[in-house]
Each structure stands twice: as structure tokens, then as C-alpha cells.
């Protein structure tokens, strides 16, 4: 079906903060895009700053910084004043602890307070904060402390006993952790009392633009996950694409619904609303429907930025129910995690009134690098065009998928509607500037001075560009980009287990689950009994990346160097000749 | 499909089934009656849609999307199961 463009009207594209997308492009200019934020008296620049101590030192002291709902639906706000002094108060709390400038600061929690106080207030005191996902399990938690030599972590009782307890003494760098709240356990302090004795004093650690800021651990298709360090000039891209790709203005209401364990939940769930003046909305609560719709109404969310799988589980109610609730407030909805299928824009906009619009990045790039904006057509389906600033192109792929690089040179693909690897031009402020501790890793995310996505697009006559697949095996479930090895390497250790492969198998709601195929060693039958006892150990250690689905298959396909083929698994999975593996990304 | 409305027992044994199959060693009687199942089994959405899927299967009763916030604790669910359709 051919999905008709959302055109803008003439009220809408006057107001936006775009309003000249190729003007503006054309003139765009990082370092001149630095007037926009305030700086540091010594030519330094720290994120915290641009957050939080420029607002609390200014006109929007008393302006509502963080609006918390909790799972009770009571809300407490702090103002820019308070979250600046609860900072002030985090950061002189790790000097009292001996964690210094560039030591790593992590955290895991869900959607509280003490998130932002704890992120903010770390990199105040100049050290690298790395967010986990809280529901990941036991396992990928102890992995990325240990990748990331872990001085501290924050979490919260509850997640403490289930995840961390029994894992921290495998992190031998990890000196402290601190429970969010009033109540300590054991070796791991309750939080608040200790902010509460700490001194409100102004704390902020001068930093260097190209100082590490923020560490953000992602899968890969082979080996641990990768560590991508971010430095505090992100927080340029993030104040500058929340303006043109997210419309944000300083008397917003802004609700990002991203995991803080992911790159979202950080660059859009804290900073950005913030370098803006916004008011940031949180929700403790889990996704249900009726809950959503009472947060946008409620709160008076004027900009939201959630995820397909979001909205697509609000599709599946009927359209009454977002009648029942008033959304007058709500003026800009985005959305990222995976492709935005045109019906959810197309039912955005018959059902709120507004379209959603689409756009694409990914931990390594820090910020939105594509979009649909505000005073622009969106066409259905499609992620939109390059952010200003950012420089974006499609690679011909080898025989591997990957972008093909001969002699050095890699080779740009010219015509309209040809597919090729999403390659970005260095130069963007966000841009990870290591994978921690992994330089080979990081050189080979490089080819002929272009970053390679890994995944693959075209683009349109009009320079649209439309999401096709992955060049590789990652998968996109929910929102969250899991790495079929981790949870082939934790599929392995269990005795039954000789051999597994794991997919993204296509869901309408989720985009893809994670899906295993695993062979037994001798001695083991394929039994239900043996199924199910593979779903629970493999939930036991990754939590919600665990596999969903787990199938018994003797005769996995392999590589020549004897690999499990995960592309054969798949196309055995979709029902596609197996011999065709070219015809695979066109189902997405 | 209309069907009987069902004893509290038979609901309880249909809803520890559907969790199994989500998450087979949950622990079920560790968790209290009234407490928030996806908080105390750490369901995210998806295995909350998985968890609706088995229950209707199981039952033979239509559960609409509207009926989700009626499945949060053992309890609740209990409830929803034996008030018929």
C-alpha cells in the first residue's frame, strides 16, 4: 500500500524551531552552534552545567526541572535550585568517597529521583557515568561493571538483592555501592542520609569539551559488549537536535520514555529537556495503557518521545480510549528503538491528532542523526533526513553486508532507491570517541573517514531515507538492541547445551523477540521439561534480553569455519529459501 | 466465546500455568496475593502480552486490552477469572 505524505499546516511550520530545513543545513555550523550554551569561565564545558548550574544560577532557578510520577501516581517536582544543590550535594558525597575525576560512576535504577541526582551530580564531579538497564539480569550487570572498572554504583534495594549482591565481589574495582532511598543493607549505605550529612556547596569540577562524560555499553555481534565513551561537547548535539528533531522549547513539558539504562533515557531522558529549561517528566510506573494516556493528560505533556513498541501496544486498544483523556496539551510527538511502521504514524495522527515522527540513532552517535521535523512533510515509514550539521551517506556492501571498503575506499551509492550501509562523516559533537579499553574495535567502526552504522537504508529521490535491515546479526527488540552472543555465550554454560544460535524473530509489537535455537550434548533429550529449564537459566542471567522463544534443533547450519549461521536460522525461521538469503532484509 | 465463570481454584492453577510458561521457575508462592506481578517477576510488556496470550488460550475467555489493568496481582486476576464474562 502506497502511505500518502503528512503534510504540515501553515500555523505548525511557522512556529517551529526548523523552519528552513535546507537553509538551515546548508548554513549549520557546530562551532557557531556553541552560542547557544553557556561554556565553563575557563573555556571548559561540563554537561551538568548546561543542565542544571546555569538555570539555578538564572532566571529559571525556581522553574520546574523534574516532575516525578510515582507508581501511586503522586507527583513531586524539584526545581532547577533543588536539582542543583541535591547535585552539588551527590558530587562533594563522591570526594568524601575518594572517587575522583574520570573514575566510573554507575548506575542502576529505575525511573527515581535519585537517577538524575546521581548522573548529574557524577558528572559534576567530573567522573564518567555509565547507565544499566535495571532489567537486565545478574550477568550482563557483573560484565559491564567489570568491562568498565566500576569505583561506585548507585541502585536501589530491591535491584540490589536481585542482581548485585551476589555479583559485586566479582568486580574488584568496585569500592562502594550506595542504595537509593533511607535504607542501607549490610556493606551497600542507604543513599539519602549520606547526601543529606554532604555539603550543598557549589561543586562542579571544571572539564574540557573532549573530557569523558558518559560510557554506554552496547552488544556486538561477536565478544563482550562494547563500552562507547561519550565527552561532555555531547551535550551540544543533544541540546541541538532536541531543538530541531524534537521541536523543544524551554516552557515545554517533555516526557522521553526510554529506559535510563539505555542511550535514549540519557541524552533525552536527562540531558537534553534540561539544557533547555524544559520541565522532564518521569514515570515510575511500567507501560499500561490507561497509565500513558492519564501521564500525558495529567502532566500536560506538550512533547513526547517514545518507542514503536509503545505505540503499537496502544494501537492495539481501541481508538476510544485516548478520547477518554485530554491531550489539548501535547504539540509534538517522536519516536525511535526500531522502524516506525507508517501505520503508527498514520494512526498518530487520526488518533492524537498529531503524526509521529520517526527518527534514527544509535549509542555510538550519541544524538539523533535522522529525522522527521516539525515544519516538514513526513512520509509514513520513512526516518527522515539528516539533522543539520550531520553529514550521512549509503555505502555499496560486500559480500560480508558490511560496507565495502577496497584499497582503503569505501563507495558511496548514488541513486535514488539504492540500498546501502548508513555511514556518518565524523565532525558531530556526540560522537562516541572510544569503545572503552577496545581501540582495534573502534578503528574498525571506521572505513575511508566515514562511521559505519551496521545498518542498512536507501533513500529517496528527495533525500528520504528508509530503514531496510541490519548489515549484521543484532537484533532490535523493543526499543533495545540486543547482541546474539551474549546470550549465546549464556545459553552455553548451561551442561545441556553443545551448541546455539540466536535471531530476532519478527513480532508485530516488538519489532523482533530474541529467539534461540540450541543443540544438546550427548546424553540430553529434547524434552519440554529441558525447554523450559533453558528459558528460566537464561532469564535467570539476562533478564529482559533473555531469549523469549528457545527451540531445540539438531542440525544448526554452520559457516565454513564452523560458526552457527545465524542469517540460515533465520530464513529457516521467516520460511524463506534458504539458498535466497538476499531476499532477507527486504521482510523488515 | 462464553464461558463458566470459574472457581477461584481453577483460576488460580490457570494463572500460575500461564506464568510458568513465562517464567518456569518463578517462585509463585513467594509472591504475596496483592502484589504487583510485573514488578515481582520482572515481566516487561512483552512477556506481559505472552502472559495474556496463555491465559485467554488456556481459559477460553476474551481478554481485551481494556481488561489489562485487571491483571496485576494473583488476586486480581483470581477476581477478573471468576466474575465471568
Given at each position: ?12 511550520r511557522?512556529a ?5 530545513y535546507t ?6 555550523d557546530?562551532t ?40 501511586t ?13 541535591r ?13 575522583h ?10 525511573r ?6 546521581v548522573?548529574l ?12 538497564f ?14 568498565g572498572?566500576a569505583?561506585?554504583?548507585?541502585t536501589s ?43 550543598p ?14 560510557l ?5 555481534t561477536t ?7 561519550h ?31 539505555w ?8 540531558v ?33 518521545y517514545t518507542?514503536p513498541?509503545?505505540?503499537r ?11 477518554g ?8 510527538i517522536?519516536?525511535?528503538?526500531e ?9 498518530g ?9 520517526d527518527?534514527?540513532?544509535q ?9 522527521n ?6 512520509r509514513p ?11 550521512v ?19 558511496p ?11 556518518i ?5 556526540s560522537?562516541?570517541?572510544a ?5 582495534e ?52 554454560a ?13 513480532d ?8 534461540a ?25 539476562l ?11 539438531p ?19 521467516l ?5 535466497d ?8 | 466465546?462464553?464461558?463458566?465463570p470459574?472457581?477461584?481454584d481453577?483460576?488460580r ?18 509472591v504475596?496475593?496483592d ?26 475467555k476474551e481478554i ?18 471468576t466474575?465471568?464474562n
Amino acid at each position: 500500500m502506497q502511505w500518502q505524505p503528512i503534510g504540515k499546516p501553515a500555523s505548525i511550520r511557522a512556529a517551529a524551531n526548523l523552519r528552513d530545513y535546507t537553509a538551515t543545513c546548508r548554513a549549520f555550523d557546530w562551532t557557531a552552534a556553541r552560542a547557544a550554551l553557556s561554556g565553563l569561565p575557563d573555556g571548559g564545558l561540563n554537561i551538568a552545567h548546561e543542565a542544571v548550574d546555569r538555570h539555578a544560577e538564572g532566571a529559571r532557578a525556581d522553574h520546574v526541572a523534574l516532575r516525578w510520577v510515582d507508581r501511586t501516581d503522586t507527583v513531586t517536582e524539584l526545581t532547577y535550585a533543588e536539582l542543583a544543590e541535591r547535585t552539588n550535594r551527590f558530587a562533594a558525597l563522591l570526594r568524601e568517597l575518594g572517587i575522583h575525576r574520570g573514575d566510573r560512576v554507575y548506575t542502576l535504577l529505575g525511573r527515581v529521583p535519585d537517577l538524575y541526582v546521581v548522573v548529574l551530580g557524577a558528572l559534576k564531579a567530573g567522573c564518567v557515568v555509565s547507565p544499566l538497564f535495571s532489567a537486565f539480569g545478574p550477568e550482563p550487570v557483573r560484565q559491564r561493571l567489570v568491562l568498565g572498572g566500576a569505583s561506585l554504583l548507585v541502585t536501589s534495594p530491591a535491584l540490589y538483592r536481585r542482581k548485585v549482591r551476589d555479583i559485586r565481589h566479582q568486580v574488584p574495582t568496585l569500592r562502594h555501592v550506595l542504595l537509593s532511598g533511607a535504607t542501607g543493607e549490610g556493606d551497600a549505605p542507604a543513599l539519602e542520609p549520606m547526601l543529606t550529612a554532604s555539603s550543598p556547596a557549589p561543586s562542579l569540577v571544571s572539564t574540557a569539551p573532549d573530557d569523558a562524560a558518559l560510557l554506554h555499553f552496547t552488544s556486538g555481534t561477536t565478544g563482550t559488549p562494547k563500552g562507547a565513551l561519550h565527552v561532555h561537547e555531547a551535550v551540544l548535539a543533544h541540546h541541538v537536535t532536541a531543538a530541531y528533531a524534537l521541536d523543544l522549547r524551554a516552557d515545554d513539558v517533555f516526557w522521553c520514555t526510554a529506559d535510563p539504562g539505555w542511550v535514549t533515557g540519557t541524552s533525552y531522558g536527562i540531558v537534553a529537556p534540561l539544557t533547555h529549561g524544559a520541565t522532564l517528566v518521569s514515570d515510575e510506573g511500567d507501560f499500561e495503557a490507561h497509565r500513558w494516556y492519564r501521564v500525558l493528560d495529567r502532566q500536560g505533556v506538550t512533547v513526547w518521545y517514545t518507542a514503536p513498541t509503545a505505540l503499537r501496544m496502544l494501537m492495539r486498544h481501541g481508538d476510544g480510549l485516548a478520547e477518554g483523556y485530554d491531550l489539548s496539551a501535547l504539540r509534538f510527538i517522536a519516536s525511535v528503538g526500531e522502524p516506525l511502521n507508517p501505520e503508527a504514524v498514520v494512526w498518530g495522527q487520526a488518533t492524537l491528532g498529531l503524526p509521529v515522527h520517526d527518527n534514527w540513532w544509535q549509542t555510538e552517535t550519541g544524538a539523533i542523526m535522522i529525522g522527521n521535523f516539525a515544519a516538514e512533510e513526513i512520509r509514513p515509514g520513512s526516518m527522515g533526513r539528516p539533522v543539520p550539521g550531520v553529514e550521512v551517506c549509503l555505502l555499496r556492501r560486500g559480500a560480508e553486508g558490511r560496507a565495502l571498503v577496497t584499497g582503503g575506499r569505501v563507495h558511496p551509492v548514488t541513486a535514488a532507491g539504492e540500498e546501502g550501509e548508513l555511514a556518518i562523516r565524523p565532525g558531530w559533537p556526540s560522537m562516541f570517541r572510544a569503545y572503552w579499553n577496545d581501540p582495534e574495535r573502534y578503528a574498525s567502526a571506521f572505513a575511508d573517514g566515514w562511521y559505519l552504522s551496521g545498518d542498512v537504508a536507501r533513500r529517496d529521490a528527495d533525500g528520504y531515507y528508509w530503514f531496510v535491515g541490519r548489515a549484521d546479526d543484532m537484533i532490535k527488540s523493543a526499543g533495545h538492541l540486543v547482541g546474539p552472543f551474549e546470550v549465546e555465550s549464556v545459553l552455553l554454560a548451561h551442561p545441556a547445551v553443545a551448541e546455539a544460535g540466536v535471531i530476532g524473530k519478527p513480532d508485530p509489537v516488538a519489532g523482533e523477540l530474541v529467539k534461540a535455537f540450541v543443540s544438546l550434548r550427548p546424553g540430553h533429550a529434547a524434552t519440554e521439561e529441558l525447554r523450559l529449564e533453558l528459558l528460566a537459566f537464561g532469564r535467570r542471567a539476562l533478564g529482559a534480553v533473555a531469549p523469549k522463544e528457545i527451540e531445540f534443533d539438531p542440525d544448526l547450519p554452520h559457516t565454513r569455519s564452523g560458526k552457527v549461521m545465524r542469517r540460515l536460522l533465520k530464513a529457516r525461521e521467516l520460511g524463506l529459501p534458504e539458498g535466497d538469503l538476499s531476499t532477507l532484509e527486504a521482510t523488515r | 466465546m462464553t464461558a463458566e465463570p470459574f472457581t477461584p481454584d481453577r483460576a488460580r492453577d490457570a494463572v500460575r500455568t500461564a506464568l510458568l510458561g513465562i517464567v518456569p521457575d518463578a517462585e509463585l508462592d513467594d509472591v504475596r496475593p496483592d502484589e504487583n506481578l510485573r514488578q515481582a517477576l520482572e515481566l516487561d510488556s512483552m512477556d506481559f502480552l505472552a502472559f495474556v496470550r496463555r491465559l485467554a488460550d488456556a481459559t477460553g475467555k476474551e481478554i481485551d486490552e481494556d481488561d489489562y489493568p485487571r491483571l496485576e496481582t494473583l488476586d486480581s486476576c483470581v477476581g477478573f477469572l471468576t466474575t465471568g464474562n
